[in-house]
């Protein structure tokens, strides 16, 4: 197995024991964590290109977050001579004897610092993970500047502490705004049973600094750790074909937004809801998806109508 350390111009902290994201991105002036490269059937620096290639069972690891996949590149900018080099002592510096070096013979690498990490692209059986959360799929693309990961391919999947997401077409998760998108036949399922499913479902995630546990300082919203701290889904926006689903209740309709804390969804556009045998459509619609109780709404002008049979259920 061969290895190689990457360090990134902007480093991430160190990943604390509790929840985290799939953010492989940093936070400028931390202390540098490098990305450790492995690969079984060995590992490519190109200077030429820019890259780092490691083939057969790779595998980065930074912090708690470690991507596994048939082929990972790694691609980087030369930074301007700083004239500073790695501290003594550190994984990078010992990696350094076996890099490649420049006609004057010093090191032209990553591990010293002289390069910016730009972009991790995984190729095949791609699993992103981190001790809470999980995500799979055929290829992945992550931005450091954006931090921004995009998973492609089949059977695409989402995991955190309490959701499941899946899509067809794509998952794309923004660390530093704090949120994830399934496109394409997009579904997400609570660990209690309760689901959304819609042509593309945004979901967004709660800041550390609206979860802070007594007696402990708030990790500031803009922190690219404070979703990985936090990990609660807080909103979902769903557009096209709309499902949402109960342990009761079936509620459709063209567009939606659900908040998982209250358990409150509301839908607007051809909204039909199914509770028992009763039956109702609308314009629009509140659904109480811990209680189960649906209210229809009639939109300007228009009314609402529907089959009801007494003592069926809650729905009104």
Do not use: C
């Not at 200077?47 to 048939?70: P, S």
């Not at 409150?264 to 811990?290: S, T, W, Y």
């Amino acid at each position: 197995m061969k290895f190689i350390y990457l360090l990134p111009a902007a480093a991430l902290a160190a990943a604390p024991a509790h929840a985290q994201d799939l953010n492989l991105g940093g936070q400028p002036g931390a202390a540098p964590v490098p990305i450790q490269i492995t690969a079984q059937q060995g590992i490519t620096w190109s200077q030429d290109a820019q890259t780092v290639t490691a083939n057969g069972d790779a595998k980065a690891v930074r912090g708690d977050v470690t991507v596994t996949a048939d082929q990972l590149v790694a691609h980087y900018v030369k930074k301007a001579a700083s004239g500073t080099t790695a501290p003594a002592g550190t994984p990078a510096q010992a990696a350094a004897a076996s890099q490649p070096t420049s006609a004057n013979g010093g090191t032209d690498g990553l591990d010293q610092g002289n390069a910016q990490l730009t972009e991790l692209d995984a190729i095949g059986n791609v699993h992103i993970y981190t001790p809470t959360d999980n995500a799979w799929g055929d290829h992945a693309v992550y931005s450091m500047a954006q931090q921004v990961l995009v998973l492609t391919g089949q059977h695409l999947k989402l995991t955190t502490q309490h959701d499941t997401v899946t899509a067809k077409d794509s998952i794309e998760y923004y660390a530093g705004e704090h949120k994830a998108i399934a496109r394409g036949n997009a579904l997400i399922v609570a660990d209690d049973g309760r689901s959304i499913a819609a042509d593309v479902i945004v979901g967004y995630f709660a800041a550390q600094a609206d979860n802070a546990k007594p007696g402990t300082k708030p990790v500031a919203a803009s922190s690219p750790d404070a979703l990985g701290q936090a990990g609660n889904l807080q909103k979902v926006e769903a557009f096209g074909h709309v499902v949402i689903k109960t342990t009761t209740d079936t509620a459709t309709g063209d567009r939606g937004i659900y908040l998982p804390p209250t358990g409150q969804a509301r839908l607007g556009g051809n909204v039909h809801i199914i509770h028992g045998p009763n039956e109702l459509e609308g314009a629009d619609a509140l659904v109480n998806m811990k209680t189960g109780v649906a209210t229809l709404l009639a939109g300007p002008g228009g009314h609402v109508s529907g089959v009801v049979l007494p003592n069926s259920g809650k729905t009104k």
